[in-house]
Nanobody, 128 residues
Framework: QVQLVESGGGSVESGGSLRLSCTVSGYISGGNCMGWFRQAPGKAREGGARIRHDGDRQYSDSVKARFTVSQDNTKNTLYLQMNSLKPEDTAMYYC??????????????????????WGQGTQVTVDS
């Protein structure tokens, strides 16, 4: 059974930074696509970032140049470094793992519908 546990959320002032972590346990092949998604109250889930096994990254336009996704395979951990945070970044953030390679997914791997395993989420609140 694959389990994902996020941590690192919290409250921060506008312009601040946070680093989210996602620890993955259970069987994951080395090629599974991994990503970060977010959902604000009353809004649809939004893809934020995804990373391929070889380190290739894709970002949504809303977070590009501010967020960085990375992974530490020795620790089975996925990270999301978030800089220059804005109030509109306020949301529940989820990490997710797909059963497939990133190239097999839609929207450069930024569609949550293609991911099978999800964490419970960690809340990020950015105060103006």
């Amino acid at each position: 059974q694959v389990q994902l546990v996020e941590s690192g959320g919290g409250s921060v002032e506008s312009g601040g930074s946070l680093r989210l972590s996602c620890t993955v346990s259970g069987y994951i092949s080395g090629g599974n696509c991994m990503g970060w998604f977010r959902q604000a109250p009353g809004k649809a889930r939004e893809g934020g970032a995804r990373i391929r096994h070889d380190g290739d990254r894709q970002y949504s336009d809303s977070v590009k140049a501010r967020f960085t996704v990375s992974q530490d395979n020795t620790k089975n951990t996925l990270y999301l470094q978030m800089n220059s945070l804005k109030p509109e970044d306020t949301a529940m953030y989820y990490c997710a793992v797909a059963k497939q390679y990133c190239w097999q997914l839609r929207s450069n791997g930024l569609s949550g519908d293609d991911y099978h395993y999800w964490g419970q989420g960690t809340q990020v609140t950015v105060d103006s």
